[in-house]
């Protein structure tokens, strides 16, 4: 069984900082791409950040400079470091783990975590 788990939301202000864990099990977790994404009230979810197996990155324009995304293959893990965190970044960020095998896709999602940051 596949379970993405994501954990580090919360509240914080403008300016500060926030860094996000993805734990995955039931994967290969390194021939994954990882990604995260988020959704705000009313929007459609967008990616926010994305590294492959072989650690390239790649970011939303709004959140180069100040996200970081990393993984951890040894703990099966991804992360998002968000620094100098906005008002419109606020949003449920969620995690994604993404492969394909021949001409099979796989896409798993984790449940959210909700990043508030107040002005």
């Known amino acids: 069984q596949v379970q993405l788990v994501e954990s580090g939301g919360g509240l914080v202000q403008a300016g500060g900082s926030l860094r996000l864990s993805c734990a995955a099990s039931?994967?290969?977790?390194?021939?994954?791409?990882m990604g995260w994404y988020r959704q705000a009230p009313g929007k459609q979810r967008d990616l926010v950040a994305g590294?492959?197996?072989?650690?390239?990155?790649n970011y939303t324009d709004s959140v180069k400079g100040r996200f970081t995304i990393s993984r951890d293959n040894a703990k099966n893990t991804v992360y998002l470091q968000m620094n100098s965190l906005k008002p419109e970044d606020t949003a449920v960020y969620y995690c994604?783990?993404?492969?394909?095998?021949?001409?099979?896709?796989?896409?798993?999602w984790g449940q959210g975590t909700q990043v508030t940051v107040s002005s």
């Open positions: 590294i492959s197996g072989g650690g390239s990155t």
């Open positions: 039931g994967i290969s977790f390194s021939f994954y791409n």
């Open positions: 994604n783990a993404n492969r394909i095998i021949g001409r099979v896709a796989l896409d798993y």
